[in-house]
């Protein structure tokens, strides 16, 4: 079992420090401490290990120390920055592990975008060394590269010429649409096995500057200093809050697998052999705090912190530990007007750092929901209080079931936070998305401001299907059994292409057209088979391809 | 070898009929008449033989009937419209060979969509019978969906429920982004292999209207009534021109390849053994007409629409019958000052229907190469003519070598129709893709007026490398072997990410996001494997999926 949580004192590949205003992340991996067996990771190579402390460091940098304004990403081995995904690694990876490595990797690179947009700070890549793979996609998510000029260090994405498969972390598309390096030299710098240095890699728009060794943790200081001077002498007052560990209770299933997942707010319930879960999300208690002091006061333990922090590691141990598990319903427990209180004191104070944190915190976590590999189906049933924020529950699931039963009350609510404050990785809020034909419907549905009963919500296109109440277990029953008897790579390939109606962004290419071209690649015989680039890669033996051009 | 000319009276499978404004283009498809052995085209399902009918007629329409302002896709089958791709066709072939048929077919639906959008034809599906898989997604193609209300025909997309894949051929994308359908309902119809009928199916505006069966061919005539009453008298006078057959004359090879392949304007010279081929465009003879009824005289003997059918089709004969050719070298043979003095032409009368046709002809042909899964370098060497509309040539390419050599001289130069004429399928023109990063310079590029030489050509940014003379030969050579000892499947999935930086469309859309996963899913088990669910379609034994989610 993959654990996604840690922290600080227990990180093995990064060293985390602050001074002031400025954090220094330096990776220094652990060759013999890997996730798996049957690798090390040499020359500051990485896996999911060492990723994993790394999404850590970046959510507690945004919470533990909101006071930071640059963050320098650097490396304490000398001579190299970082030499990417451990190749080894991935030769001996299924294919189904390498696609979510990936994703996940990707998911904290953009994570460092939407810090460096939304939060003011600045991420520095201070490459004191080669930067190769994975390490410069690393780099390419960080605002300002700045490479050592030592003769000999160098930036490279040599996936192409020496495995046979895409810089698979958001490196094309970064290369392309963020660091926007005309086409033909994004070409050739990505079919060069031995990368670009200094002078030239400045003119392609590959880093921002170089330095001589001698002067390049000046010249660092000397930016990291600039930027900081700009920022407020409110911003050094702040002080962070605490993230402390997640507790979760499993309950032993009837095989090596737990049939049950309890978090305080977050309940998977397994049923593995019709390969589907409930996830239950519990509602806040009544009269949270509403002033930015009683939250800061609150800190990790007020309820929308707690309950996404619990339902972003429950979707990760879903990916990554539940490979079988297709289908994903969504259920929640509680009160609507509690929902709708805690959405309302969001509302009002996001201009303070921590709610606006919070409130990022939970939009990166519901799209790791849209981009989730299963299917989801939001079940609206007596109980449920699918309003304001758990709202996008629903909206974020390929379907959504809504009991309809005039003797009991069910309903669905809208709150401030569905006007935009939670955006899909298109751009678009869910319910634009979800109106793409009228958008006016997105405006009606946000001014009819109270609660949706079933027909209300029906009539509003909130929901998919509203049985009655003697047709409601079948129908649901019937709803699971279909869905989780199709084939699951046409569904997974089918809910990436309806998901995301509308705009494009970087983020949608990179999980849209380059996953999907890096999950063809991954599979193809060029790189994975006997005579792959992939499989070869190290030994005495060559890659032998089949030419076919596809 | 496929051949992919054809004209009406040749046609097996479509009928192509014309009553003044209106053209009716009736499916007919003769099981028999197959391009490959092993299946019969039951129920109008397609080949890609079928299709390259579809995709001569639609470019006739254009050219030689001006005059239709309405065109009728439907059957002549009673109770069908089209049952899609023929299975037994998909299951037989190639994974290499399913991908470009998709390809084709999908370029075939955006040819449809680009009359819709530039030429003002408004194409309506009369959908009299069923219309599932590929039949409903050359409904989704048309302007406007008609499906007949008999009780039984429905529209659906059953690949996902029956064959374990996806609607390929735009389908997923069409469905949310141009029919604009709620991303829960396409969900559900995606899944759901009977489809939906007359009134849900238009509720859920997966259709426009649907009529009963004793209403509906008169209904469809009030529609087509409505339309073409909207034209202009003007649009009712022209008159087209006739496309005749292309002439090829082919080399014999080694092997059972032809070595070279030459048409007037275009020639192919094939290395099998170096796995590329050079392409050459001939520019157009001095002197060439000016005024639109001298062009009209010349019909499809003018250069720029003669010289880019054959491009075009050369183009596919190198996707579809040399899969092995990873590299297309492509050169020009001519003067710039001819080159220049067409698109001069072009640009003064492009508000004329048939110059308006041929640019926009031109624009379809240089997608197609944007969109072939084959490494384009462009060779500019003395006596080449890359000007205006063939600079396009360079500017879609994946790199550009030009010689540099104070003795010779060899020039890029630019013309009118550059700035925007000639679109990318992400809507932008190629300069201002290849200047992402400082619009400016697309701008400085234009405004440059005169011709470029080498050096300035550098300074402009539109080439990628600039070899002297005693380096040329040597550079090129390497250039190309190395291109061609990479991985096939790497550079497929590189040059489809670095060649769209920018926006994204709905053919963006289709050919990045959706062919990469349909791409991923035709070639897992789940799909092809022994127990995978195209593979078993139709037989007595039953797919059984690895539920693994990826």
Chains 1, 2 share one sequence.
Request: glycine share 6%; proline share 5%.
């Amino acid at each position: 079992m993959i654990n996604f949580q840690t922290s600080p004192d227990q990180y093995r590949h990064w060293k985390l420090s602050f001074e002031g205003p400025v954090a220094r992340l330096s990776m220094d991996v652990q060759e013999d401490e890997t996730l798996n067996d049957g690798y090390k990771l040499k020359l500051n190579s990485y896996d999911l290990g060492v990723d994993i402390e790394l999404a850590d460091a970046i959510q507690r940098i945004r919470f533990e120390h909101p006071e930071v304004r640059a963050v320098v990403v650097t490396s304490l081995k000398p001579r190299i920055f970082c030499a990417g995904a451990n190749i080894y690694m991935l030769g001996t990876s299924s294919h189904a592990f390498k696609v979510n490595f990936c994703k996940f990797t990707n998911e904290t690179r953009c994570a460092m975008e939407d810090d460096s947009r939304h939060s003011g700070r600045r991420y520095l890549a201070a490459l004191n060394g080669t930067a190769s793979g994975g390490g410069y996609e690393l780099a390419i998510a960080c605002d300002e590269i700045y490479l050592v000029d030592d003769g000999n260090s160098a930036v490279s994405l040599p996936e192409v010429p020496l495995l046979g498969v895409l810089p698979g972390t958001g490196g094309l598309t970064r290369l392309v649409d963020t660091r926007k390096v005309r086409r033909d030299r994004a070409d050739v710098f990505s079919t060069l096995a031995e990368g670009l240095k200094g002078k030239r890699a400045k003119e392609w728009r590959l880093i921002d500057d170089t330095f001589a060794t001698s002067k390049f943790p000046e010249a660092i200081d000397n930016r990291v200093a600039q930027i900081v001077n700009l920022r407020s002498n409110e911003d050094a007052q702040i002080s962070g809050i605490k993230l402390h560990p997640l507790t979760v209770e499993t309950g032993a299933g009837p095989t090596d697998k737990s049939d049950s997942r309890d978090y305080k707010y977050v309940s998977l319930q397994f049923h593995h052999e019709s390969r589907y879960v409930d996830l239950t999300v519990r509602g806040p208690e009544p009269n949270l705090p509403t002033t930015t002091d009683e939250i800061q006061q609150l800190g990790d333990s007020y309820w929308p912190l707690r309950a996404y922090r619990e339902l972003d590691d429950a979707l990760l141990y879903l990916r990554v530990n539940e490979p079988e598990i297709g289908l994903v319903c969504l259920r929640t427990e509680g009160k609507i007007d509690d929902v709708l209180a805690v959405d309302r004191a969001l509302a009002a104070n996001r201009d303070h750092w921590l709610v606006r944190e919070i409130i990022m915190m939970m939009a990166r976590t519901l799209r790791r929901l849209d981009l989730t590999a299963k299917s989801f189906f939001s079940i609206v049933e007596p109980g449920s209080c699918f309003a304001g924020n758990l709202l996008e529950l629903a909206l974020s699931s390929d379907r959504v079931y809504m009991l309809n039963n005039p003797d009991e009350r069910v309903e669905l609510a809208t709150s401030e936070l569905n006007r935009g404050a939670l955006p899909m990785s298109n751009g678009l809020s869910r319910l634009q998305s979800r109106f793409l034909s009228e958008p006016e419907r997105a405006d009606q549905v946000m001014a009819h401001g109270a609660t949706f009963d079933t027909e209300a919500a029906e009539e509003a296109g909130l929901v998919t299907f509203a049985p009655d109440d003697l047709d409601w277990d079948d129908e649901i029953r019937l709803a699971i059994e279909e869905r989780t008897s199709l084939s699951p790579d046409a569904l997974t390939g089918m809910e990436a292409s309806l998901r995301f109606a509308g705009p494009e962004t970087m983020d949608t290419k990179i999980y849209g057209r380059l996953t999907a071209w890096q999950n063809w690649i991954f599979q193809r015989p060029n790189a994975v088979g006997p005579n792959g680039a992939l499989t070869n890669y190290g030994k005495p033996t060559q890659a032998q391809f089949d030419y076919k051009r596809t």
